[in-house]
């Protein structure tokens, strides 16, 4: 009897084992399939500014993969030009300006900002020629002036194209803050890089730059100045912003948080660890041209400001909107209620 009992509990035993083995080896395949799964690929429009640092250091260090991503990096010139190729269906995810977003919602492109990654990036730098005319207690206006009497012709100011945060924000330094007299000064629109070139050669006067801009040209022109920070020229300036094609997010809510996760430990990160940071943007912007060390100067500049936070500059941005409309750049105000979703970033906050 008591070897009947024994057999049949050792049965049992093994009959509950191989239940238990078959159901974790189902779970395990689930997962190991979950895995496996090829991570979706993400359309990424970037302007090579070091404000898109996050999205560079999430990338290299295999954030986006972590999260199912496949992010395919493309650069552009301008915010205005990107756009142009969300208007296409050629680019899932927005990273520059918001200012073009207001456009591209005119146009009826559904986009999500679901983050932002700095704010208050464009500063006003002065080449040597115009520099010299900034002098203590004179103001910038009367500046200008002595500019264009001196040398016969108004200062030429390079910035990237209208509807552009650089060129929105330059011209409300221009006509809002300092009160320059439009005869005194031309806005030229070219390129990012175009207008750092400008600035270094002498081809204009001066211009709105963003980092590393900023530490490049003043490192190698001694007469060049920062005349006007971020704050200063435009208030809480609305800087650059991850934003989201709307069919795209529906598609992927849980890879566009992953994304937005990244993005926000990627902030953290630059803030925390430049050093660590350095050779990540470096590799995305340096071209050969920059090394780590001016990297590093650069995100210690008062340029440099990092936010993940896109809930700091909605009311910003409702202004920045406004004056485009005054300037030309929008035919009318065009309701944000819809633009910003910060749900994403608030869950990521959490965690």
Do not use: C
């Amino acid at each position: 009897m008591q070897s009947f009992l024994a057999r049949e509990y050792s049965l049992s035993i093994m009959s509950s084992f191989n239940r238990r083995s078959f159901l974790a080896a189902a779970a395990f395949g689930s997962v190991s399939s979950a895995w496996a799964q090829a991570p979706v690929p993400v359309r990424v429009g970037v302007i090579p500014i070091l404000a898109a640092s996050p999205i560079f250091v999430a990338d290299r260090e295999g954030w986006f993969r972590a999260a199912g991503l496949d992010a395919r990096i493309t650069t552009f010139e301008s915010g205005p030009n990107m756009i142009q190729a969300l208007a296409s269906g050629t680019l899932d995810v927005y990273v520059a300006g918001v200012a073009p977003l207001g456009v591209a919602r005119s146009r009826g492109i559904d986009v999500k900002v679901v983050a932002a990654t700095a704010i208050e990036e464009n500063v006003f730098v002065a080449g040597p020629r115009l520099a010299r005319f900034f002098e203590p207690g004179v103001a910038k206006a009367e500046a200008f002036r002595r500019f264009r009497a001196a040398t016969g012709q108004p200062a030429r100011l390079a910035t990237q194209p209208l509807g552009s945060v650089p060129n929105t924000t330059l011209q409300y330094w221009l006509w809002e803050v300092v009160k320059a007299d439009r005869a005194d000064v031309t806005v030229v629109p070219m390129g990012i890089d175009a207008t750092q070139q400008a600035v270094l050669v002498g081809a204009v006067e001066g211009g709105t730059l963003r980092e590393p801009a900023v530490t490049i040209v003043t490192q190698r022109d001694r007469g060049a100045r920062i005349l006007a920070l971020g704050g200063e020229m435009f208030p809480n300036q609305p800087g650059t912003v991850v934003g989201v094609m709307k069919p795209w997010l529906d598609r992927h809510s849980t890879q566009t948080q992953g994304l937005v996760d990244a993005v926000v430990r990627a902030v953290a990160l630059i803030q925390r660890e430049p050093a660590r940071a350095a050779p990540h943007i470096e590799a995305a912007l340096g071209k050969g041209l920059l090394d780590t060390a001016t990297i590093e100067r650069a995100l210690a500049s008062p340029a440099s400001k990092f936010i993940a936070d896109p809930r700091l500059i909605t009311d910003a941005t409702a202004a920045m909107q406004r004056f485009q409309v005054s300037i030309g750049a929008l035919e009318r105000e065009v309701p944000l209620d819809g633009l910003f979703d910060p749900s994403f970033f608030e869950r990521a906050a959490r965690t």
